[in-house]
């Protein structure tokens, strides 16, 4: 008679209480807002196509900077997704493009001892580790015009890359909606470089960006 009704409760918990949030199928959409992250920063500068002077600074402390992702369980307990977010702000000033793509990929670990759902009753299966890691890209192409006769200036081109890996931990409090914590080691490139259509040569910067980061967030399955 236990051994029924243990039965009958553990079916109930699968499919009403315990649906997975990790199965294929899945949406997962959410978003990182405080983070607190430790990074050095190069930065040289370019003149002529000649590296005429360079910087090396170290800053840390606590950003907040809007990470925006969504992604799809193309399989269980992996999501293929796109993000969008800046790097780390520290005393009011960005160290790079206000909106860098990325692609994310995730995947959740030991999932095949238990299921990542939400249970009323007990609070074991509510958690879960993941891998992160994420590629970010972005271009763009700027034409600026001289004030005075509206004619154009030369290009401004900007070019952004790098990645992101790291180890999360999510729990869910309700049944669609998680906390996670995340550190991530991350790296950006971002080559800035200016023509003008005068006798003036080109010029521009590279700054390059890495260091570790611990992101506090909300992520909604559904």
Excluded at 26 to 33: K, L, Q, S, Y
Excluded at 45 to 60: C, G, N
Excluded at 122 to 129: E, K, M, V, Y
Excluded at 164 to 174: E, V
Aim: aromatic letters at 18%; charged letters at 15%.
């Amino acid at each position: 008679m236990k051994a029924l009704f243990l039965f009958f409760t553990i079916l109930f918990c699968t499919n009403v209480f315990c649906q997975s949030r990790c199965e294929k199928g899945t949406w997962i959409a959410g978003v990182n807002v405080v983070n607190y992250g430790i990074n050095r920063q190069i930065v040289q500068r370019f003149y002529a196509d000649t590296l005429v002077s360079q910087d090396t600074s170290i800053r840390k402390g606590i950003g907040f900077v809007p990470y925006v992702g969504i992604g799809y369980f193309v399989k269980n307990n992996f999501f293929i997704g796109a993000g969008f977010g800046g790097e780390t702000v520290y005393a009011g000033s960005i160290a790079s493009l206000a909106l860098p793509s990325q692609i994310i990929f995730r995947y959740y670990l030991m999932q095949k001892k238990y299921c990542f759902s939400f249970a009323k009753e007990t609070n074991l299966s509510r958690h879960a580790l993941f891998v992160e890691g994420i590629l970010k890209a972005s271009y763009t192409d700027v034409s600026p015009y001289n004030a005075q006769n509206t004619t154009q200036k030369g290009n401004i081109k900007t070019a952004y890359y790098g990645g992101n890996m790291g180890l999360g931990y999510t729990y869910l409090f309700s049944k669609h909606i998680a906390m996670e914590i995340m550190g991530m080691y991350y790296y950006s490139t971002i080559d800035t470089r200016a023509t003008s259509n005068t006798s003036y040569p080109s010029s521009g910067d590279i700054q390059t960006i890495s260091g570790f980061i611990l992101l506090l967030g909300i992520q909604t399955y559904f």
